[in-house]
């Protein structure tokens, strides 16, 4: 298990106290939105993909504060909710959010990218308490989620809902083109894909993304991806008998 400094004991003490009142000691059930970016920054080292990871923090925190119907405490609930990061080669939001949200201790975050810390450059289902999937090579996520509403419904369980997200980039990769045409003929209406969009994709669509989604039988909104409330609200939007994408725009990862 990684240990951490006393530097790092100092610098965590600092982001967990901040807005806290004085005398009072907070916990990490208590973490908002507003630490997240402080939290991030307690994970240091090469390799960080740092636009990967800031492009997704607030669609992240909109899940996992008011869509998501998974805790740690129902992490591996056969009725949970699941969300699959495939954008997992930028996964210190995630890490972030799983922490504020009490997955696993705060104190494993300064250990991020280390020989014996658990959060490594890409997820690892196995060692990250609340990964669904290991990940990082592009266009896996969204099949791998057609595969598990797939089995959600074979298993007589409509309930649960499936997320995943990926990157605009993602959509290079054809892999991602069989999965959203499979799941919209299959009528996986279970099925939701966040798709953060920092125009790092190669060629982009005509029309825009949400346009491929709908073009193959989806429901689908595009919206501003810092903004909550509209987050909030496509996230939750009704869609009967189809599959649900939304676009969330962020700023150029070069801006």
Same mark, same amino acid.
């Given at each position: 298990?990684?240990?951490?400094?006393?530097?790092?004991?100092?610098?965590?003490?600092?982001?967990?106290?901040?807005?806290?009142?004085?005398?009072?000691?907070?916990?990490?059930?208590?973490?908002?939105?507003?630490?997240?970016?402080?939290?991030?920054? !307690?994970?240091? =080292?090469?390799?960080?993909?740092?636009? %990967?990871?800031?492009?997704?923090?607030? +669609?992240? &925190? #909109? $899940?996992?504060?008011?869509?998501?119907?998974?805790?740690?405490?129902?992490?591996?609930?056969?009725?949970?909710?699941?969300?699959?990061?495939?954008?997992?080669?930028?996964?210190?939001?995630?890490?972030?959010?799983?922490?504020?949200?009490?997955?696993?201790?705060?104190?494993?975050?300064?250990?991020?990218?280390?020989?014996?810390?658990?959060?490594?450059?890409?997820?690892?289902?196995?060692?990250?308490?609340?990964?669904?999937?290991?990940?990082?090579?592009?266009?896996?996520?969204?099949? !791998?989620?057609? =595969?598990?509403?797939?089995?959600?419904? %074979?298993?007589?369980?409509?309930?649960? +809902?499936? &997320? #995943? $997200?990926?990157?605009?980039?993602?959509?290079?990769?054809?892999?991602?083109?069989?999965?959203?045409?499979?799941?919209?003929?299959?009528?996986?209406?279970?099925?939701?894909?966040?798709?953060?969009?920092?125009?790092?994709?190669?060629?982009?669509?005509r029309g825009g993304i949400a346009?491929?989604?709908?073009?193959?039988?989806?429901?689908?909104?595009?919206?501003?991806?810092?903004?909550?409330?509209?987050?909030?609200?496509?996230?939750?939007?009704?869609?009967?008998?189809?599959?649900?994408?939304?676009?969330?725009?962020?700023?150029?990862?070069?801006?």
């Amino acid at each position: 298990m990684t240990h951490l400094t006393t530097e790092a004991t100092t610098d965590l003490t600092t982001v967990l106290t901040a807005g806290t009142p004085a005398g009072t000691t907070p916990r990490d059930d208590t973490i908002g939105f507003a630490q997240l970016r402080s939290l991030m920054g !307690l994970m240091t =080292g090469d390799e960080k993909h740092g636009p %990967a990871a800031t492009s997704t923090l607030d +669609a992240l &925190w #909109v $899940l996992y504060d008011r869509v998501l119907r998974v805790s740690p405490g129902t992490a591996t609930d056969p009725d949970r909710d699941r969300f699959l990061l495939s954008k997992g080669h930028g996964p210190m939001a995630y890490y972030a959010v799983l922490a504020a949200k009490g997955f696993f201790p705060t104190e494993w975050l300064p250990g991020f990218g280390s020989y014996d810390s658990p959060l490594g450059h890409h997820p690892d289902r196995l060692l990250v308490p609340g990964a669904e999937i290991g990940s990082g090579s592009l266009g896996h996520g969204l099949p !791998l989620a057609v =595969g598990s509403a797939l089995g959600l419904r %074979a298993q007589g369980r409509p309930g649960p +809902a499936v &997320w #995943v $997200l990926i990157g605009d980039a993602e959509l290079d990769e054809g892999s991602n083109h069989e999965a959203l045409a499979y799941a919209a003929a299959a009528g996986l209406d279970r099925l939701h894909t966040l798709v953060i969009d920092n125009s790092s994709a190669t060629h982009g669509w005509r029309g825009g993304i949400a346009s491929r989604f709908e073009t193959a039988g989806w429901s689908a909104a595009t919206v501003d991806g810092r903004d909550h409330e509209a987050l909030y609200a496509a996230f939750s939007a009704p869609h009967p008998g189809r599959p649900h994408a939304v676009i969330a725009r962020v700023e150029p990862k070069d801006a």
